[in-house]
C-alpha cells in the first residue's frame, strides 16, 4: 500500500492504493452476448468493490449494496476497461481511524476515429458512503502531466459534499483525442 497526505482548505486526506487484479476475485459469468459478467473483489479495510462489464465497457461501484449504487450504471462513453489498482482517499477521524470518502481509478479509453482508434486514460473519481455512490470527475490523464493531483483535488474538494444524481461531475485539465466521460 501507498499513503500521502494533501491538504484542502485545513482538512487533510491521505491515500492508500489497493491492487484491482479481477484474477483474484470472485466471478460470476455473464448470461447473454457482451455480458461478461460481474466481479466481487475485496478493497481498502474489506470495502467491497462490484465491477461488471460488456460491451466493451466496464462499471464499479462500492459496499455493501454496490449493485444498487448509481455507480454500477455509469461508465465512459467510450470503449473502456479498468486500471490496475484503486487509490482510496481518506479521511482521518478524531478517534485516528482512517475512513474512505471517494476513490480514483485509471481507465483505459479507446475513442472510435475515422482513421486509427485513439486510446488514452481517464481518471474517474467516485465518492463513497455515506451518502450515494456516484461519480463526482474526470481528469484526461493522457494529455495533463498533473492528472493525479487534478483527480486528488476533485476528491478532496467536491466528493464529500457531493449529491449524486442533482450536481453535476467536475472535469479538470485538458482535454485530449482519448477524452470520454459518460
Request: contains cysteine; neutral net charge.
Amino acid at each position: 500500500m501507498f499513503c500521502s497526505a494533501a491538504s484542502d482548505a485545513g482538512r487533510a486526506a491521505e491515500s492508500v492504493r489497493t491492487e484491482l487484479d479481477l484474477d483474484k476475485c470472485h466471478h460470476t459469468p455473464g448470461s447473454a452476448d457482451e455480458d461478461y459478467g460481474s466481479w466481487l473483489c475485496k478493497g481498502y479495510a474489506g470495502i467491497a468493490v462490484h465491477v461488471t462489464a460488456g460491451d466493451q465497457r466496464s462499471y464499479m461501484s462500492y459496499g455493501r449494496n454496490a449493485k444498487a449504487e448509481p455507480a454500477a450504471t455509469q461508465t465512459l462513453a467510450a470503449f473502456n476497461s479498468l486500471g490496475s489498482n484503486i487509490e482510496w482517499r481518506l479521511d482521518r477521524t478524531a478517534n485516528g481511524t482512517l475512513k474512505p470518502f471517494a476513490t480514483i481509478v485509471r481507465w483505459n479509453t479507446t475513442v472510435a476515429s475515422d482513421a486509427e482508434p485513439v486510446r488514452g486514460q481517464m481518471l474517474v473519481v467516485t465518492r463513497l458512503a455515506p451518502g450515494a455512490i456516484c461519480h463526482v470527475g474526470y481528469v484526461d490523464a493522457s494529455v495533463n502531466a498533473n492528472a493525479n493531483t487534478l483527480a486528488q483535488t476533485i476528491s478532496d474538494e467536491h466528493a464529500r459534499k457531493f449529491r449524486c444524481g442533482t450536481d453535476r461531475p467536475v472535469v479538470l485539465g485538458e482535454r485530449g483525442a482519448a477524452f470520454s466521460i459518460p
